[in-house]
């Protein structure tokens, strides 16, 4: 695994998945498997509204237990680009619970653009993330390390299960 950002306003994140490729794909593509992982340490997702189709909306939020109580975090977007089991690219927003694009801000940076690109490694998958235009050094980047970790983990739970 390493993270080595191409710009100063990208993240890039590669990882090697002991799993094949349509089934990293199942869970970037399905809500149920989505759920389990996505998000940094801590945080759970309620909701993961995602249609993934060219055009498709999506509405995922993310909650995190703080000592003031539960912290909703919403973000919104639209796919851009769907290669079943190959490449998937969409936008992301900060918005509130209806889906609503907050104007950008300290902690927003306005829409962002990630990049997840799939590939055959001998029946293991490579996964090259790039999120663009957020900040190689930023939270968001440590962010991604944990969520991807806790995909790997979902991955080798449902490989153990069955």
């Not at 950002?5 to 199942?26: C, G, L, T, Y």
């Not at 950008?104 to 235009?133: C, F, S, W």
């Amino acid at each position: 695994m390493s993270d080595s950002p191409v710009s100063e306003n990208a993240v890039i994140v590669e990882r090697i998945f002991d799993a094949p490729v349509d089934v990293i794909w199942q869970m970037w593509t399905q809500a149920e498997h989505f759920k389990h992982w996505y998000g940094p340490q801590g945080f759970t997702v309620p909701v993961a509204d995602i249609d993934v189709r060219e055009g498709g909306k999506r509405l995922v939020c993310l909650n995190m237990q703080t000592p003031g109580g539960p912290m909703d975090m919403w973000t919104t977007g639209e796919y851009t680009e769907v290669l079943t089991n190959q490449r998937l690219v969409y936008t992301e927003n900060m918005a509130d619970a209806e889906g609503n694009i907050l104007p950008p801000g300290d902690m927003n940076p306005g829409e962002t653009v990630i990049t997840v690109q799939l590939e055959d490694i001998d029946g293991r998958t490579k996964l090259t993330l790039t999120h663009a235009g957020i900040p190689a050094g930023s939270p968001g980047a440590s962010g991604w390390e944990q969520a991807l970790a806790k995909l790997a983990e979902h991955v080798k739970t449902l490989r153990d299960d069955s």
